[in-house]
């Protein structure tokens, strides 16, 4: 496990750090997942009630049915790619864990618009990275690659 996580699961770390949106819904997590971070990125006054898991219903099945992706057998990389395509304004970065090497997927789109999520494998559940570099504790992003590191020198 990295250094920063000090033993502790992936769900433990994302209901500690305020750089984490844990998503309370067990079904369909992506989807509001999802929304909880396109209100986080274009301040949208509902973020703090998605986030508090209210008021998720109707977006969350608008966001389906306009998708048209199905979540009823899981949420892998063929649902994460058929979001990316309905949602060409924003780029869905997904870690695996809180490694910030391991991206498990990197959108296609140049948009500066960016939905970072965090996949725990563990319980195969998708929570929203609302601060990238407080949930990977770097010091430092590059905004072009979206490699997280520590010191001034690359």
């Known amino acids: 496990m990295a250094e920063n996580t000090k033993g502790r699961s992936v769900s433990v770390l994302s209901a500690v750090k305020k750089s984490i949106v844990t998503v309370k819904a ?13 209100a ?41 790619q058929k979001f990316q395509q309905y949602l060409s304004d924003y780029k869905i970065i997904v870690f695996d864990g809180l490694y910030p090497d391991r991206v498990m997927v990197s959108g296609n789109s140049l948009s500066a618009k960016k939905l970072y999520l965090l996949y725990d494998s563990n319980n195969d559940h998708y929570n929203v990275i609302t601060n990238l570099k407080g949930a990977m504790a770097k010091r430092y992003i590059c905004n ?11």
């Open 40 to 80: 986080k990125v274009n301040g949208d006054s509902k973020f703090k009630s998605y986030s508090n898991g209210r008021c998720l219903k109707e977006p969350v099945e608008e966001l389906l049915k306009a998708s048209g992706v199905d979540l009823s057998n899981g949420a892998g990389f063929k649902e994460l």
């Open 26 to 38: 067990v079904f369909l997590c992506l989807a509001h997942a999802l929304i909880i971070a396109m």
């Open 144 to 154: 072009g690659c979206d490699t997280l590191y520590d010191c001034t020198h690359v």
